[in-house]
């Protein structure tokens, strides 16, 4: 019986007897694995959580009841059971269900994620609202342990343990792994601390113990210092009741009887803040996922049977790839070279550099903002810090690069990956604001390459760069122009470099750019206009003495970015020619001043406005005036 099939909302699951529920969980699996194989996706989260998904919403009335989720990586079979089954195989596609909840798109979506850490503080609120409105529904946040590393999860517990709130936080820990006699303990101390007749007496005991009687308030200090002592012994979740969170477990998380006992206790008992701890296997029911949930934490097409991952043969390297390489060479003729990720040394490509130089490589976990500040104090010792991260998530570390980099010309390296456009993650992962943000930071060098030689050649002149912050914006996806182990060369700062000369229009395009300004270029001279092509190298700072000869030399200059227009490097142009009175016409393309969903980047691209076509239209409407 497929029992999949005839659930289409969370009231569904919870009408089906409980001994249905891992017969259902079984069947997610198999439907999750068969459907991510086909579009890729983030797969291990999801497998690990199919159970804790179930056993919430058999608990909790959703969506009067809010589940708030953390990052949104583990949430696909929250969209399964929450009308979204049928649209599962548009996932992530242009047009389909976006992988990440999102509230425009359910109502069972309570909060828009992609970043993690945000689900307490964002639940906390809720909860207060709620109070404040003198409404009665459940709000839970889920988060991983992956995400309690961020600074905003503990700012979030920090604020809740001081309240009075009634709220729970599932902590979802896939790393450690449960022994039986833990298990067994923790579930004897679980259903103690639930249990109805227990919470009663103790609250009647701590009731009649008043502290205005000196006798009562000694024994309650007695008691509760015995209680302190007892909880550190033996209940890892000391920290938390410190806190003032109630901690419940470690409970195992594909146990649905053992979750839905403790969720549904919670529930009833409904005081003050409460922390419910559970283990998972990242990957469950996949043997290929279980084996290296690294792999298929997000993993393109896969062939199921097997666990290969479907790729076209590549012949170009990517970005990632080219800077990891670069990385490690030198490395090996600066030994004081470091670099630091934010729990990403996959997807940066520094496997390599941390193998090669353990001593010197850091992964400070999902903290942005720390790993910033961290590298200023490696680069005051005389360190040369290489951070690597990606755009979207550098936003989260802007303060730090200001007061704690900037302010004081502190040299650190930043390499930002999966700039601009991104594709299937959608607006939570597009590095489309980085320029703009970073065109405020004073003393700032942003560059741009066009490809992988001269993303070398930028790693090698910025770790030589004296006097605050370099930034190296670069896509994600294969680096064209060579690469590999070419020669490093150093990069004259603020100095663009003419590919080609042109009557009446130039194209000024940065970074990734650059192949469609140039089939642009070649679109215009099939209409008789011979455009300049000049690859800017850098958004910040420009070159007066090279721009104002730009200005004079051309009628008109369209300025290319995989950035937002608002604050972007076209801006920066524009200034710059009204300030030297330039009557140059200028041109800004780029991407729109809005958030742009997830899909095939040429598809967004030919959506937006920014291909070679789109291009060449605009110089020639600009020409005729």
């Known amino acids: ?44 989260s999801s497998l690990g959580a199919v159970e804790l998904t179930l056993a919430l919403h058999y608990c909790y009335d959703t969506p009067s009841d809010k589940i708030v989720w953390d990052v949104g990586h583990q949430a696909y079979p929250h969209k399964i059971i929450t009308g979204r089954r049928g649209q599962f195989s548009t996932i992530r596609q242009h047009g389909g269900i976006s992988g990440f909840p999102r509230i425009s798109e359910s109502p ?16 906390l609120g809720m909860a207060i609202g709620r109070d404040i409105l003198g409404e009665k529904h459940s709000v839970v946040a889920v988060i991983g342990d992956g995400s309690m590393s961020g600074g905003l999860a503990f700012e979030g517990l920090n604020n809740l343990g001081s309240s009075s709130t009634a709220m729970t936080v599932v902590l979802n820990d896939n790393e450690m792994s ?4 833990v298990g067994a303990l923790s579930r004897y101390f679980n259903r103690a601390l639930t249990d109805k007749r227990y919470n009663k007496l103790k609250d009647y005991v701590w009731d009649l113990l008043s502290d205005r009687a000196v006798i ?23 920290l938390f009741e410190d806190m003032g969170l109630r901690y419940f477990g470690p409970i195992d998380g594909h146990n649905l009887a053992d979750m839905i006992e403790v969720f549904s206790s919670i529930k009833e008992l409904s005081r003050g803040p409460a922390l419910v701890h559970v283990v998972t296997k990242k990957g469950k029911g996949y043997r290929h996922a279980e084996n290296n949930a690294t792999k298929f934490h997000g993993v393109s097409k896969f062939t199921p049977e097997t666990g290969v991952v479907i790729k076209p043969a590549a012949h170009v390297p990517t970005y990632s790839g080219v800077f990891g390489a670069a990385m490690v060479e030198l490395g090996h003729t600066n030994p004081k070279l470091a670099a630091i990720t934010a729990a990403m040394p996959d997807g940066t ?9 353990p001593d010197r490589f850091f992964d400070v976990g999902i903290a942005e903002g720390h790993a910033v500040t961290f590298a200023a104090g490696l680069a005051l010792k005389g360190l040369r810090p290489v951070v690597a991260i990606y755009s979207s998530f550098l936003q989260r570390a802007y303060d730090q690069i200001m007061q704690d980099v900037a302010l004081d010309g502190i040299n650190v390296v930043f390499c930002i990956d999966r700039a601009g456009l991104v594709g299937d993650d959608g607006p939570t992962h597009h590095g489309n604001f980085d320029v703009s943000y970073l065109n405020t930071v004073p003393g700032a060098v942003i560059m741009a390459p066009k490809g992988g030689k001269e993303l070398r050649d930028m790693l090698f002149t910025a770790i030589g760069h004296e006097g605050g912050p370099v930034f190296i914006r670069y896509p994600r996806g294969n680096a064209p122009f060579g690469g590999g182990s070419a020669e490093f060369e150093a990069i004259e ?29 070649e679109m215009l001279s099939a209409q008789g206009v011979s455009a300049g092509l000049i690859d800017a190298r850098f958004a910040k700072p420009l070159s007066i003495d090279f721009y104002k000869k730009l200005f004079s030399d051309y009628e008109l200059v369209a300025t290319l970015e995989n950035n937002t227009l608002a604050g972007g490097f076209g801006s920066s142009v524009r200034a ?49 005036g």
Do not use: W
Request: proline fraction near 5%.
């Open 349 to 357: 490509g520094l496997n390599d550099f941390r193998d090669a130089y």
């Open 493 to 521: 700062i603020a100095s663009p470099m003419v590919v080609k000369q042109g009557k009446k229009a130039a194209l000024l395009s940065l970074g990734d750019m650059y192949p469609d300004a140039q089939k642009a270029c």
């Open 108 to 123: 069972y979506d309570s909060f828009s994620v992609g970043h993690a850490s945000t689900s307490i503080s964002a639940a």
């Open 178 to 181: 449960i022994s039986r006699n």
């Open 576 to 624: 710059l020619a009204a300030e030297l009175n330039s009557h140059s016409q200028i041109i800004t393309i780029g991407l729109p001043d809005k958030f742009i969903p997830h899909g095939d980047v040429a598809k967004l691209k030919a959506e937006i406005g920014l291909t070679p076509e789109d291009i060449a239209k605009r110089v020639l409407a600009g020409l005729r």
């Open 1 to 44: 019986m497929n029992i999949l099939e005839s659930v289409n909302t969370p009231a569904d699951v919870r009408a089906l007897p409980a001994d249905k529920l891992p017969a259902l969980a079984r069947q997610i699996r198999e439907f999750l694995i068969e459907n991510i194989s086909r579009t890729g996706g983030h797969l291990a």
């Open 216 to 238: 009562g308030k000694g024994i309650r200090d007695i008691i509760r210092k015995v209680d302190n002592g007892i909880k550190h012994m033996i209940i890892p979740g000391k």
